[in-house]
């Protein structure tokens, strides 16, 4: 999902400028002007798109990408996702010119559809076991696959080769001299941001900041051995984007953001934010909590500073959901009986994100009670479109003792 949110923002802010020349195309002279195709081009042999051509690719990127999202067709809707972006992206770097923000995001997506993908947290999931439940085979969520952790590794890898390869650039073409301030003072006084004026009147802030840039960029790939220096190395990153991004003019470079999630456990996300919220004194609680909204406040500014309403839908169901997992949980256990059940329990299970309800299979029908599944619904945000339907769930079969839900215990969690 974060990689298909990071497609998205991509290729919608490199939209602008692929359009704008795609549209000159027609004009004599032109793309002779303005087409300098990088390498990979090239070699392919791949040519600048006209008007159509440009639009046709990027309907169908925003396709995929959306299907991708929700994890429908996941590994056919990666593999067009990675193709299409190579192709819309070198073509706005060949337009211009050349960074280094999305190649990271390049790799990741490349890698993508030869990973697990869509073996959990999609409706591709959901759809396998519900088929496999109607079968009488297993409705488990996958824990682990070979190859599930590929592109979070090989993100890890080119997006420290990048920071890397910044870093020992600029010492080995201009040396230690590229530290001494003036060098960030140029490039403010030349792309003049929010932040600029102040900073550029402190000489030695600025000759600090030559120093941390360097330092962090050059010893990034210590990341990749050490989980403990990320807490260093990530924030510091972040913080460079930011301070570049109202600086220099540079832009928020959200794809390298999105791409830096590669280093964070996002598995253990939930569990610290819900301890930090609901255990310890009153005030610390607050605070937690505090904090947290402030950090989603301020990306979701970023977004809307940016004037991208998709991205902000994207990200705000995220929040949403890791806010939710935050929340102390009260958790269900049901019991079901006949084969007719298991495709209920299989669907119920691929929503139940947060790990809230228990399923056992019982021979014996049992009492029934309908409004217990609609009263579970309520805890489980996904399951809330369902609620009309749920309350005649318990009484499904009621005479023959076929198909029959109950809620055996319930217990805080």
């Not at 992206?89 to 697990?116: E, R, V």
């Not at 253990?268 to 919220?277: A, C, E, F, H």
């Not at 301020?298 to 991205?311: E, T």
């Not at 669907?347 to 009263?375: C, H, K, N, Q, Y």
Request: glycine share 10%; aromatic share 14%; with cysteine.
């Amino acid at each position: 999902m974060i990689l298909m949110a990071a497609a998205y923002y991509a290729v919608w802010h490199k939209g602008f400028g692929v359009f704008q020349h795609a549209d000159g195309a027609d004009a004599v002279g032109y793309l002779q002007r303005v087409w300098n195709p990088i390498y990979a081009f090239q070699i392919l042999g791949l040519e600048a798109p006209g008007p159509q051509a440009a639009r046709r690719v990027y309907a169908l990127l925003m396709f995929f990408i959306a299907l991708g999202f929700v994890g429908l067709f996941s590994r056919l809707s990666t593999f067009v996702v990675a193709a299409l972006s190579f192709y819309w992206i070198g073509t706005a770097y060949s337009f211009g010119k050349p960074h280094h923000d999305c190649i990271g995001l390049m790799f990741a997506l490349a890698i993508l559809p030869f990973s697990p993908v869509g073996a959990r947290l999609s409706v591709d999931s959901l759809v396998a076991r519900w088929r496999s439940a109607r079968r009488g085979g297993s409705m488990e969520r996958p824990v682990l696959a070979p190859f599930a952790g590929l592109p979070l590794r090989l993100t890890m890898v080119t997006s420290a080769i990048g920071y890397f390869s910044a870093g020992a650039s600029k010492l080995v073409l201009a040396g230690f001299g590229w530290m001494n301030g003036y060098t960030l003072l140029g490039i403010m006084t030349e792309y003049r941001s929010d932040w600029s004026d102040p900073l550029s009147e402190n000489l030695f802030l600025l000759q600090v900041m030559s120093v941390g840039l360097i330092g962090i960029q050059v010893a990034f790939p210590i990341t990749l051995f050490s989980v403990r220096s990320r807490w260093i190395f990530i924030p510091m990153a972040v913080g460079f984007h930011l301070m570049a991004m109202k600086t220099m003019a540079t832009g928020p470079f959200l794809t390298l953001w999105f791409t830096l999630a590669a280093f964070i456990a996002l598995e253990r996300i939930p569990g610290v934010l819900r301890r930090g919220m609901t255990q310890g004194p009153l005030l610390w609680r607050m605070s937690f909590g505090a904090l947290f909204l402030g950090i989603s406040y301020g990306i979701v500014a970023i977004y809307m500073q940016h004037k991208s309403p998709w991205l902000l839908a994207v990200l705000l169901p995220i929040v949403l959901a890791v806010l939710f997992q935050c929340l102390p949980r009260m958790r269900v256990e049901l019991s079901y009986s006949s084969s007719a059940a298991r495709g209920w329990v299989a669907i119920l299970r691929a929503l139940d994100w947060g790990d809230l309800l228990r399923f056992r299979e019982s021979e014996a029908g049992g009492a029934t009670e309908p409004v217990s599944m609609a009263s579970i619904a309520w805890r489980v945000p996904l399951l809330l479109p369902l609620v009309p339907f749920l309350g005649a769930l318990g009484g499904m079969g009621s005479g023959t003792a076929r198909g029959s839900f109950r809620r055996a215990s319930k217990s805080a969690g």
